[in-house]
């Protein structure tokens, strides 16, 4: 079998779950704070790449994560409300956070709770026994309310090693009281590979390894590795984040541990996930799409998804990869949506490019000579700053205009911004913005005046004031998120901007991107992309 597929003919493996903490561990990264419709957006990128635990966060904790639990976020995953174990002290009836757990619109609960007795004196001042009193009661409730179980054994290898007998207590514990999975947590990211292997392999005397977890911390970057040698001991459940994000170091990375598990051949034969090939195959947009909503520059080299993943300069390298890619890589970059870069010749373009269009519903033929100057206009765009793996919508539009698809809804003749910085009538200095926007539909120029909370809202309002016979059309369209990027320093530096948009009726949402010096002029690209693709999948009549 192939290194880099998995057999159609492969039969009798084990399943791993794949348990994502990103809107929960990965919102404790230094400088990322997500907005409760990034949660939204993120869960339902997660669900459609197949991860099996959707961890939403701590609901009564702040009031974003009790709005995101106030209906289930995921359709195919298990929604997962994470909390504390019951108080020393308390009653389960008479513990506010626990009852907040149990009412959460969820699917599961994953309670952490105290396995290193340092922690257990220090931390909970409490004894010993109480914290396992209170793990046993918090799952027997989970269970009785009809929830999923799930512990965090955290700081489980620092335990081990302090109170080796304690620590197996609190993880049997958990077991016997109905939770599903007991996750071993190393919580300091200070535990080497050989150590996990040897410790999962003892508590597997007390906790069969298909109820057992491993969350890895990266503070010695071998969060992956500590992960696969948790699997390879015995347990059957990893947890981790999209790209890695997370507390100090960060966390396991499910984007790179996915295409191992996926691609090669020591777990591929052994073991199945629930992510399909067809998902692994747009890895590579997950990745670079999850990293445009948080606002940041992927990571070039990072394994399987980096732009510098699959690429070569020109030389002995690249004259090998010429001749049999395999010379040079571990997996074909097609297999998780990347693409091989070799300077001398970028062979795989009009391939990947075939791929991403199908991908989007866009069927071409790869001899369409059209697709030629598609490719050569998406890599002129991309050199200027352009980012289409975060801007569906934007790429879609731009490929259906090479071959002839998008109708002339609407030409934008000229538009014009106005910021105004004054003392009001009751001597307040408040800035007021006043867009207008000159279009033509039918041959009739339409002319829109708007004020707005700034030029970009004022722009969005005046835009979409009168489209005239398609204004129906557009009656749902809201912009739900705009974010912005300077990609080269200075005040000339040139500007990306990302905008999503959703139609509240059907909840359906869309990226947009515009890219120039002058950022009204990057939003402006961005807002009629976005009204353009509205119409295009609304059906709406060309002109």
């Not at 999975?181 to 300091?188: F, G, P, Q, R």
């Not at 170091?249 to 777990?267: F, S």
């Not at 539909?441 to 829109?448: F, L, P, Q, V």
Request: with cysteine.
């Amino acid at each position: 079998m192939s290194v880099t597929a998995v057999s159609s003919k492969t039969t009798a493996r084990e399943r791993l779950y794949l348990f994502d903490t990103t809107l929960r561990d990965g919102a404790q990264t230094n400088g990322i704070d997500f907005s409760l419709e990034d949660k939204i957006a993120i869960a339902d990128m997660l669900d459609k790449l197949g991860i099996d635990y959707v961890e939403g966060g701590y609901p009564g904790a702040n009031p974003m994560d009790t709005a995101f639990f106030q209906k289930k976020r995921t359709k195919a995953a298990a929604f997962t409300a994470f909390g504390m174990t019951k108080r020393a002290g308390r009653s389960v009836d008479n513990d506010p956070g626990l009852q907040g757990l149990l009412q959460a619109q969820s699917d599961a609960i994953c309670f952490v709770a105290k396995s290193w007795d340092f922690h257990v004196k220090v931390a909970l001042a409490t004894t010993n026994e109480e914290n396992l009193d209170g793990i046993r009661q918090s799952v027997a409730a989970a269970v009785a309310a009809g929830k999923e179980a799930l512990v965090d054994c955290e700081h489980f290898f620092d335990g081990y090693k302090a109170n080796r007998d304690y620590a197996v207590a609190c993880a049997k514990t958990a077991y016997e009281a109905g939770a599903r999975w007991v996750v071993l947590c190393d919580t300091n990211g200070g535990t080497l590979p050989d150590e996990i292997e040897a410790i999962v392999t003892d508590v597997m005397r007390a906790v069969p390894g298909d109820h057992l977890g491993i969350h890895a911390h990266n503070d010695t970057e071998q969060a992956v590795a500590n992960s696969l040698a948790a699997v390879k001991a015995g347990v059957r459940q990893i947890q981790g984040t999209l790209n890695g994000i997370g507390e100090r170091c960060g966390n396991a990375n499910l984007v790179t541990l996915i295409p191992t598990l996926m691609l090669k051949k020591e777990y591929a034969e052994r073991f199945e996930v629930g992510v399909s090939e067809d998902a692994l195959s747009k890895l590579t947009q997950f990745s670079r799409s999850f990293d445009e909503l948080l606002n940041r520059a992927p990571d070039r080299h990072a394994p399987y998804v980096g732009a510098a993943a699959f690429a070569t300069k020109a030389g002995i390298h690249a004259s090998a990869i010429l001749k049999d890619p395999k010379t040079y890589e571990h997996v074909t970059p097609e297999s998780v949506g990347n693409r091989r870069h070799v300077l001398v010749s970028d062979q795989a373009g009009k391939s990947n490019l075939v791929s991403q269009l199908k991908a989007l519903g866009i069927e071409a033929d790869p001899s369409d000579r059209r697709l030629d100057g598609l490719l050569r206009e998406v890599k002129e765009r991309e050199a200027l700053g352009y980012a289409y793996e975060a801007a569906d919508a934007s790429f879609s539009l731009l490929a259906m205009r090479h071959l002839g698809e998008v109708p002339k809804f609407f030409d934008v003749k000229s538009f014009r911004v106005m910021v105004e910085r004054r003392y009001n009538a009751v001597g307040e200095l408040v800035t007021m913005s006043e867009a207008v926007v000159k279009l033509v539909i039918d041959g009739e120029e339409h002319m829109s005046v708007a004020e707005g909370n700034g030029p970009v809202n004022a722009l969005d309002i005046a835009l979409r004031k009168d489209l005239g016979k398609y204004q129906s059309e557009i009656e749902n369209l809201v912009l739900m998120d705009f974010k912005v990027r300077i990609l080269n320093g200075g005040t000339e530096a040139i500007t990306r901007v990302l905008i999503e948009s959703m139609d509240e009726k059907t909840d359906e949402r869309w990226f947009t991107v515009g890219v120039s010096p002058n950022i009204v002029d990057a939003s402006f690209q961005a807002l009629t992309d976005s009204i353009t693709y509205r119409l295009l999948k609304g059906a709406a009549p060309a002109v």
